[in-house]
């Protein structure tokens, strides 16, 4: 896994479903540079067990990083109709109905190996055939982007280990209060 933090984001153009409805190609976040902050996330998988609530999370605070000045953006390897698809079943049936912010599809897997989020390989066997060496499904990778397009932030978690969205939103305040302030946010203050 490669460390991102201080480097420009990977770029990359993809299909994403926005607004919770629309399929649009050549989606990326080159767009937001110079305008806005990005909260860049990988989930495993559309119809998992645990993903759902995460996306829900994200969803519950989308005002609170909305007046922050940040763009949260999701992304998995599931492909742009399975998402639209999943954001058309309600929660109570394991759905994400209801989702607004942008699903991005990682059918290529490239955005998720550029993030260094993708669990497994792809490798040649003895008769020069592309094998996968793992379920190629992307970790719980978080990425918070600056105005710059710099990786300011990153975490990675097993599938598993869901992330704590009171804690992405505690780290874009500790970043604007260093670009305001020019000095360290103080612990556990805002």
């Given at each position: 896994?490669?460390?991102?933090v201080g480097?420009?984001?990977?770029?990359?153009?993809?299909?994403?479903?926005?607004?919770?409805k629309?399929?649009?190609?050549n989606?990326?976040?080159?767009q937001?540079?110079g305008?806005?902050?990005?909260?860049?996330?990988?989930?495993?998988?559309?119809?998992?067990?645990?993903?759902?609530?995460?996306?829900?999370?994200?969803?519950?605070?989308?005002?609170?990083?909305?007046?922050r000045?940040?763009e949260?953006?999701?992304?998995?390897?599931?492909?742009?109709e399975?998402?639209?698809?999943?954001?058309k079943?309600?929660?109570?049936?394991g759905?994400?109905?209801?989702?607004?912010?942008?699903?991005?599809?990682?059918?290529?897997k490239?955005?998720?190996?550029?993030?260094?989020?993708?669990?497994?390989?792809?490798?040649?066997d003895?008769?020069d055939?592309l094998?996968?060496t793992?379920?190629?499904?992307?970790?719980?990778?978080?990425?918070?982007?600056d105005?710059?397009?710099?990786?300011?932030?990153?975490i990675?978690?097993?599938?598993?280990?869901?992330?704590?969205?009171?804690?992405?939103?505690?780290?874009?305040d500790?970043?604007?209060?260093f670009?305001?302030?020019?000095?360290?946010?103080p612990?556990?203050k805002?």
């Open positions: 896994m490669s460390v991102l480097k420009k984001a990977p770029s990359f153009n993809a299909n994403a479903v926005i607004n919770g629309e399929i649009v190609n989606y990326n976040l080159d937001f540079i305008k806005k902050y990005v909260l860049f996330f990988f989930y495993t998988k559309d119809f998992s067990g645990i993903c759902p609530s995460e996306l829900h999370d994200f969803q519950d605070k989308i005002e609170d990083f909305k007046s000045g940040v949260v953006v999701g992304c998995s390897t599931d492909t742009e399975s998402h639209m698809t999943w954001l079943i309600n929660k109570e049936d759905g994400i109905k209801g989702i607004s912010y942008p699903l991005i599809a990682d059918t290529t490239t955005i998720s190996t550029n993030y260094g989020t993708l669990c497994g390989n792809y490798e040649l003895e008769n055939q094998i996968a793992g379920p190629m499904i992307a970790y719980r990778g978080l990425f918070l982007i105005k710059n397009g710099v990786v300011q932030h990153q990675i978690n097993h599938f598993t280990l869901v992330r704590n969205i009171d804690e992405a939103l505690r780290m874009v500790a970043l604007q209060y670009e305001k302030n020019g000095e360290f946010c612990v556990n805002n």
